[in-house]
C-alpha cells in the first residue's frame, strides 16, 4: 500500500532545554537525552528528535532559527519502501541510507524527508463514555479531569512552502511517493492523505508568497477534554497559545495551538474526519471559513469587560 504514517520528526533547536520542557509539559514520553539531543515518543511510537547538532544527512534549514529539517515516512513492507526509494533515485533525486534504515532526501522545497519501514504500536485508546437523551454511555460515575495529556500520535504535518513553483513541490509528493489531494484550496494550500492512513489529511502544504518553513504538527489526543485541559496546562506553563480553541472546516477536527520553541506550533487535535478512496477530492476556488466555530467570549467584543 505505501506511506502509512508519519514515523519521526527532527527539528534543529538552538536551546534544548527549552524544547525538552514544552515536549514534556505538552505530554510527549522523553525517552533519550544528551547534552547534544533530545528524542521524545507518542503513545503510538512515533518518534520526535530535538538536536542541537543536526547530523550530516539532514538538508540546510529552510528557514532562520529554529525550525523543522526531515520529517521521516513510515512505509508498510520492505518490497513497497524499496519500490519508493527506487523511484526516487529514477527521478534523479540523491538518496541515502543511515545504519538506522532511514533512506534520507530532500523535497522541491529544501525540507528532509525519509522513508523507513513504519513500526506501528498498539494504542491503549479508551474514550471517555459521553450522555445524551437516548445514547447513555455513563451512569453513576461522575467525570473527572483528565490531567496530563498524553498525545495518541502524530496525526498531520503542515509546511509552508512558496507559491512560486508549488505544483512542482506537490508534485513530489502525489506523483513520486503516492500521496492523494483530498482538499485543493487555490488560493491557500493543498491537504494530502498518506495511501495507508485514514484521516482527511496526513499532510498539509501552504502556498505562501515567498518563504517556506514549518506550520504546525498535529498530535491526536483521544476527545474534546484532552484538547481543553491539554491547552489549558500548557498556558498555566507559561507556553503562548497560538490560535484559540475551535473545529476546522476542512478536516471538521477540534483544535488548539501553542507556539513551539523549537519552531512553528503545534496542535492538540480530535475528531477528524476519516475518508476513503470514496471521498473525492475537493478543488475550493476560494477559501471556506478557517473554522466551523472557535471559541467566543464577550471579551472579544468588549476588551474591558
Known amino acids: ?159 509552508n512552502i512558496p507559491k512560486e513553483g508549488k505544483e512542482e513541490a506537490v508534485a513530489f509528493y502525489t506523483g513520486l511517493l503516492g500521496f492523494r489531494p483530498t482538499d485543493v484550496i487555490e488560493p491557500m494550500g493543498v491537504f494530502m492523505q498518506a495511501p495507508g492512513d485514514d484521516d482527511q489529511h496526513t499532510f498539509l502544504l501552504c502556498h505562501r508568497p515567498d518563504r517556506a518553513g514549518v506550520n504546525h504538527i498535529a498530535y491526536e489526543v483521544p476527545g474534546f477534554d484532552d484538547v481543553v485541559e491539554g491547552g489549558n496546562r500548557m498556558i498555566e506553563r507559561g507556553w503562548r497559545e497560538a490560535r484559540k480553541l475551535g473545529r476546522h472546516t476542512i478536516g471538521s477536527n477540534v483544535f488548539r495551538f501553542l507556539h513551539a520553541p523549537c519552531g512553528g506550533r503545534v496542535e492538540y487535535a480530535c475528531d477528524m474526519d476519516r475518508v476513503d478512496a470514496g471521498y473525492e477530492t475537493r478543488v475550493h476556488k476560494t477559501a471556506p471559513p478557517h473554522t466551523i466555530w472557535s471559541l467566543r467570549t464577550n471579551r472579544d467584543a468588549h476588551a474591558d469587560a
Open 1 to 159: 500500500m505505501g506511506i502509512q504514517r508519519i514515523e519521526s520528526v527532527t527539528y534543529g533547536v538552538e536551546v534544548l532545554e527549552e524544547s525538552v520542557r514544552f515536549f514534556e509539559d505538552f505530554g510527549l514520553l522523553l525517552v533519550e537525552r544528551t547534552d547534544e539531543h533530545a528524542v521524545f515518543e507518542t503513545l503510538a511510537g512515533q518518534t520526535l528528535h530535538l538536536d542541537t547538532r543536526p547530523g550530516p544527512l539532514l538538508p540546510a534549514p529552510v528557514e532562520d532559527g529554529p525550525s523543522l529539517r526531515e520529517v521521516v515516512w513510515g512505509v508498510d513492507t520492505a518490497e513497497e519502501l524499496e519500490r519508493l526509494v527506487a523511484a526516487v533515485r529514477a527521478a534523479g533525486r540523491a538518496v541515502r541510507e543511515s545504519a538506522d534504515g532511514v533512506h534520507h532526501t530532500v523535497d522541491e522545497t529544501g525540507f528532509g524527508v525519509g522513508l523507513t519501514l513504519a513500526r506501528p504500536r498498539q494504542l491503549p485508546v479508551r474514550p471517555r463514555p459521553a450522555n445524551v437523551s437516548g445514547r447513555i454511555e455513563r451512569w453513576n460515575a461522575p467525570l473527572e479531569a483528565v490531567g496530563q495529556v498524553r498525545p495518541l500520535r502524530m496525526c498531520h504535518v503542515a509546511l
